[in-house]
């Protein structure tokens, strides 16, 4: 397995870190105590653990991040700080050995306050997504050609056969998309293909263009895992997807628009990156079988997207999705994207858009809006759009997944239920 592959969201290593962390505190802990060190020691704890603390309650009430941060975030937080500042107090008085293990220790507790973090939220679900770093993707050159294709004239899975030889899952990595028209400081996109797309006379496919959250990495490990379970179950047709990034930097707020302050976010999406999918992609070039997804601050602008431009793309997929782009920092985004225009901020805003779009103009669109069922902002933000989008003639679906969040169960359930709406709208399994 490649290192950017390791799981860090479960499985062995995250358990292998924190239990390391947890006999690392023993053991420092595991000594003949005198005063001077001890009182170093658990000053040391206390001060860390309000550092912890006090760390959190800053970037909540900066809002750096939008959304508060939730609760487990400090603990997490403090426990590791309290940890490190155990192990530096600690040294105090301490033999070598002692010291260098309280300083081995003091790596190992930050990072274990990252992974336990990390695991809570599931977002980042390798090292390479944690860390913005990717492998990037082969492109096949036998297996179909690049380029886009007409509409099949009947479902795809009423005609494909899966071959022998096939791949069980689909390739995931990433990909330069150059921003021709936009100009937009975009990281690699991240690109999902398909078992179907990698065997030779491969068809051409459905097309997923998903956008993640803010802070966030245009990661496809997620959307890639659940359309392997999809692929399994359907001769290894899935869409083809790629993971663009809306945001150019992890803690950009750009509100899915073309602004001063952080570029043509929108262009880049709209015009560069389905340029790019159009011409070095094997994918069904028919709006009906194209789809603007994203989760979070990405479904905020999946929603944008697929208001403004039902040419592009006839289905809509909103994953615990903002009701309009910048709406974890209202003030900031109104003043920095739009110059302090309010009617240019409310004009922004999906039900608007909507709204004010000529009659017919969302005919045939399928849209699909999740929550989490213990998310309740966001199960508000998604019976708002999905109530406008039914007013203007689309087909909607709105689902809770059960027992989740806004972050990782949500993610995945979202995706789930997103995707098993979509197949049959996209002729990749019977209706």
Partial sequence: MDLWQVPIAEGPVPVTVVALAVILLAILAVRRWRTRPLVWALAGAGAGAVIGYGTYRLVNATNVFGDAVPPFVWHWTAAAFAAVGFALGGMVGARTWRRVLAGVGVVVFVVAGVVGVNMR????????SLLGVADSIDLPTDAGGAGSTAAPAQPLYTTWQAPAGMPAVGSRGSQEIPATASGFDARPAGI???????????????LVIMMMGHPGAPDPTVISNVLDGFAAQHDGLAPIVIVADQLGAAVNDTAGADSAAYGKARTYITVDVVDWAKKNLHIIDDPAYWTIAGYSNGGGC???????????WKNILSVS???FGGSEQVANVAKTIYGGSAAAFEASKPVNIMAAAAPGSYAGMTAIFTAGAQDPAYISAADTVAAQARAVGMTVVRYDVPGAGHVGDALTGGLAEGFTVLYPVLGLSAG
């Fill in 302 to 312: 999946a929603a944008t997207f697929g208001a403004q431009s039902p040419q592009l």
């Fill in 192 to 206: 999902y293909l398909p078992p179907a797309a990698l065997v030779p006379g491969a068809p051409a496919l459905p």
């Fill in 121 to 128: 939220f599931g977002i980042n679900p390798t090292l390479g």
């Fill in 321 to 323: 999705g903002e009701p």
